[in-house]
């Protein structure tokens, strides 16, 4: 008989051990830690091919660069750094970016896919959204933020008024607050009641309750009208057909 089956080794001195180890998984130690970076960088790499990612980002990087050049040129604003990193103003971001990326879908996949009829619904989602929601909300801050100016601006002169009837009782004439100031349409009547040439407080108690000093001022820009909309639109066209042709 074989030498094996009288001086059997370890392993088979307990067969069914010898069967769970050569069943045991591989450990996790022999995971290949560089593999997995060099597939990383790869696909870092295949990012910078992607036409779509580089002609949105492209189209929104020239729209944000150009913007405090042309706040200053266009609408005669002071130079502010601070409109790169800002919604709003000449030309679209957001439209520049959705446009260039439909029309590389469209280059790219046909006019017919339907990816191509999806990323046009968007663009022009947007582009209507900028327009008109966001267009108003920053209508609606403008005027909020002339109103707390002039709520504060009607506070602090009846503070004064109120020290100077104090300090000076009988003797000096209450401040008066020009009606010409405030605009019809932003007037409170329930307020604000005009008498004579004066312009008093229904109830003082209530304004300064308000803490308008502590109230930030509303942002304004966020918004877009048509011509910044359609000068986007068509940054984005045409930095598109220039990544087209280049990569």
Not at 45 to 72: D, E, M, R, W, Y
Not at 175 to 189: F, Y
């Amino acid at each position: 008989m074989p030498h094996s089956l009288f001086n059997p080794s370890p392993k088979q001195k307990n067969p069914f051990l010898h069967f769970l180890r050569c069943r045991r998984k591989p450990k996790t130690s022999t995971f290949r830690v560089f593999s997995l970076g060099a597939d990383f960088f790869d696909n870092v790499v295949q990012i910078a091919h992607n036409k779509v990612l580089v002609a949105a980002g492209v189209s929104v990087a020239i729209g944000q660069i150009s913007k405090p050049f042309t706040s200053v040129f266009l609408y005669g604003k002071a130079f502010d750094i601070r409109t790169l990193v800002q919604a709003g103003g000449f030309p679209s971001s957001h439209s520049s970016a959705t446009v260039a990326s439909a029309t590389l879908f469209g280059l790219e996949r046909g006019f017919s896919d339907p990816i191509f009829g999806l990323t046009v619904v968007y663009a022009g989602l947007i582009m209507y959204d900028a327009q008109g929601v966001r267009r108003e909300v920053g209508i609606h801050a403008r005027t909020l933020n002339k109103l707390l100016l002039q709520m504060q601006a009607i506070t602090l002169s009846l503070k004064d008024e109120d020290n100077l009837i104090t300090s000076k009782a009988g003797l000096s004439k209450p401040l008066k607050i020009e009606a010409t100031s405030l605009e019809p349409q932003q007037a409170n009547a329930s307020l604000l009641v005009k008498s004579g040439s004066k312009i008093r407080q229904t109830d003082a108690e209530e304004i300064s309750k308000l803490a308008v000093d502590s109230i930030p001022p509303l942002k304004e820009s966020i918004g877009h009208t048509e011509i910044e909309v359609i000068a986007g639109a068509l940054l984005g066209f045409l930095v598109a057909l220039a990544v087209n042709n280049v990569m």
